[in-house]
């Protein structure tokens, strides 16, 4: 029942940020947890942060923590990734994806629902 787009993605200079944004149809969604990924060519896709349906517990992989914030809004069915400090290797395909559970996970296979990625460029 819910469907995912993800947008904001862009090419940008080592330093600069970016505010991807989640954007869910399904009245539904305020009721699932969001965690996003992000794939580079060549590479395994990878867990980013996660964030709980109510917005009041987050999660940052070790890489990304102090750089990236998980934020939502529920009223929006809108779920946000506001990157600071790019690096070159944060280079890759972004996706959002979510489920009908609060359960912290950065396993994609527990996952049901994904959107299409958007795609960000750090040049150095």
């Known amino acids: 029942q819910v469907q995912l787009v993800e947008s904001g993605g862009g090419l940008v200079q080592a330093g600069d940020s970016l505010r991807l944004s989640c954007a869910a149809s399904g009245r539904a969604f305020s009721s699932y947890s969001v965690g996003w990924f992000r794939q580079a060519p060549g590479k395994e896709r990878e867990f980013v942060a996660f964030i709980s349906w109510t917005g009041g517990r987050t999660y940052d992989e070790d890489s990304v923590k102090g750089r990236f914030t998980v934020s939502r809004d529920n009223a929006k069915n809108t779920v946000y990734l506001q990157m600071t400090r790019l690096k070159p290797e944060d280079t890759a395909v972004y996706y959002c994806?979510?489920?009908?559970?609060?359960?912290?996970?950065?396993?994609?296979?527990?996952?049901?629902?994904w959107g299409q990625g958007t795609q960000v460029t750090v040049s150095s």
């Open positions: 994806a979510a489920d009908s559970t609060t359960s912290y996970s950065e396993l994609p296979t527990t996952y049901h629902y």
